[in-house]
């Protein structure tokens, strides 16, 4: 303790850290709320790739655009949102956003 402040440190730091769950078990639910919500999006048909972002606030769910049509590019937000409400524990809500992204490329020469 070289510092004159260092004992306050110390005092805090056993208080925030005396709480339940106030060090690793955050962590590991943050952790495995992620991973069960891009695994949810990616169980359904035609999904590519799935990011949870904004520490799982927002979930977008990028689809193959030659096997997914915009029709069902917004069933599955909606289904993927019921689902999410059904089976999930979150706080606050969960945007859905399905990217479908359709490239034409020709060149001239």
């Known amino acids: 303790m070289n510092n004159i402040i260092s004992p306050i440190v110390q005092a805090c730091d056993a208080i925030s850290g005396a709480r339940p769950g106030a060090r690793r078990e955050i962590l ?18 035609g999904v ?5 972002m904004q520490a799982g606030r927002e979930l977008r769910v990028i689809v193959e655009s030659d096997k997914v049509t915009d029709q069902y590019a917004d069933d599955l937000s909606f289904m993927i949102s019921q689902k999410i409400q059904d089976e999930m524990q979150y706080p606050g809500q969960v945007k859905v956003t399905v990217i479908r992204e359709k490239r034409a490329i020709t060149y001239a020469r």
Do not use: F, N, T
């Open 28 to 45: 590991e639910s943050y952790l495995k709320r992620i991973g069960e919500l891009e695994e949810l999006a990616m169980a359904h048909d």
């Open 48 to 52: 590519q790739k799935a990011y949870a």
